[in-house]
């Protein structure tokens, strides 16, 4: 299922409820270092409540009900850099792993740009896991209800926080991926805006480094800052050819078990 929300009637600093209203956010702190900021009482505040977001886990709901488990899984996409490739691949595993675990499945793939935020945060509400490209729409976890699975896809070379920081402290069942290189795609970027010499020879290393290790190890680390802006930038251009039979099964394995706990 793809799923098409609505184009958002409202401005960006709104949140359009059910009753036709919006809520504003008078602000919202974070922080740059673990735990970013996040504590209990975010998870309370009136903006949450008037938009009618749950943090009860929907696990235990569904339990409580004493009907089979349904594993809801929705994949963030994005158009451009960092996009999620090999979609379809990806559905096969996930049906395949759910079919041998006697696991029910449920499959979306939810683009958010332009939706309204209520719209975004119920599709949230309504996931189990969460599978998705790094990047500023994975602000979204805050909707998860507890022990959702949250599955954050990173380009090679590169990997940053907040993220695993808001699933830490929003108690998820959080991992990490990382795509393939885009070789091309990073030297075209560096080209254009010169990249120093010596960040595209250690990204060469880096991509031998992973072609021979069996864990695809390599050592890069384009977000540190010891790098410019730029080969940051370059790291995050490409699009993310990911291990999807990894992906899946740490989806199934995961949810799987929260269903059973």
Same mark, same amino acid.
């Given at each position: 299922?793809? &799923?098409?929300?609505? /184009?958002?009637?409202?401005?960006?600093?709104?949140?359009?409820?059910?009753?036709?209203?919006?809520?504003?956010?008078?602000?919202?702190?974070?922080?740059?270092?673990?735990?970013?900021?996040?504590?209990?009482?975010? &998870?309370?505040?009136?903006?949450?409540?008037?938009?009618?977001?749950?943090?009860?886990?929907?696990?235990?709901?569904?339990?409580?009900?004493?009907?089979?488990?349904?594993?809801?899984?929705?994949?963030?996409?994005?158009?451009?850099?960092?996009?999620? &490739?090999?979609?379809?691949?990806?559905?096969?595993?996930?049906?395949?792993?759910?079919?041998?675990?006697?696991?029910?499945?449920?499959?979306?793939?939810?683009?958010?740009?332009?939706?309204?935020?209520?719209?975004?945060?119920?599709?949230?509400?309504?996931?189990?896991?969460?599978?998705?490209?790094?990047? !500023?729409?994975?602000?979204?976890?805050?909707?998860?209800?507890?022990?959702?699975?949250?599955?954050?896809?990173?380009?090679?070379?590169?990997?940053?926080?907040?993220?695993?920081?808001?699933?830490?402290?929003?108690?998820?069942?959080? /991992?990490?991926?990382?795509?393939?290189?885009?070789?091309?795609?990073?030297?075209?970027?560096?080209?254009?805006?010169?990249?120093?010499?010596?960040?595209?020879?250690?990204?060469? !290393?880096a991509v031998a480094a992973a072609a021979r290790?069996?864990?695809?190890?390599?050592?890069?680390?384009?977000?540190?800052?010891?790098?410019?802006?730029?080969?940051?930038?370059?790291?995050?251009?490409?699009?993310?050819?990911?291990?999807?039979?990894?992906?899946?099964?740490?989806?199934?394995?995961?949810?799987?078990?929260?269903?059973?706990?």
């Amino acid at each position: 299922e793809v &799923l098409a929300l609505p /184009a958002s009637e409202h401005p960006p600093s709104t949140l359009g409820n059910p009753t036709g209203t919006g809520v504003c956010f008078r602000s919202f702190v974070t922080t740059n270092a673990p735990p970013y900021g996040f504590n209990s009482p975010l &998870l309370h505040n009136p903006v949450l409540t008037a938009a009618r977001v749950s943090h009860v886990d929907r696990f235990a709901l569904a339990r409580a009900r004493g009907g089979p488990c349904t594993l809801r899984v929705t994949v963030l996409d994005r158009r451009g850099p960092r996009a999620l &490739l090999g979609l379809p691949a990806l559905r096969s595993a996930l049906r395949a792993r759910a079919a041998a675990a006697g696991v029910r499945l449920a499959y979306r793939v939810v683009a958010f740009e332009g939706a309204p935020l209520c719209a975004q945060a119920a599709v949230m509400q309504t996931s189990d896991v969460v599978i998705s490209a790094h990047g !500023a729409g994975n602000t979204n976890y805050i909707f998860l209800r507890p022990r959702s699975v949250a599955l954050e896809v990173f380009p090679f070379g590169y990997r940053a926080g907040p993220f695993d920081g808001f699933a830490r402290a929003l108690s998820l069942d959080y /991992a990490e991926f990382y795509a393939a290189p885009q070789t091309r795609v990073f030297r075209e970027c560096a080209r254009r805006t010169k990249v120093a010499p010596e960040t595209v020879a250690e990204w060469d !290393a880096a991509v031998a480094a992973a072609a021979r290790a069996p864990s695809g190890g390599h050592g890069l680390r384009l977000e540190d800052g010891r790098y410019s802006t730029t080969a940051r930038v370059c790291a995050r251009m490409q699009e993310l050819a990911f291990d999807v039979e990894a992906v899946a099964a740490t989806a199934v394995e995961r949810g799987a078990l929260q269903c059973a706990k």
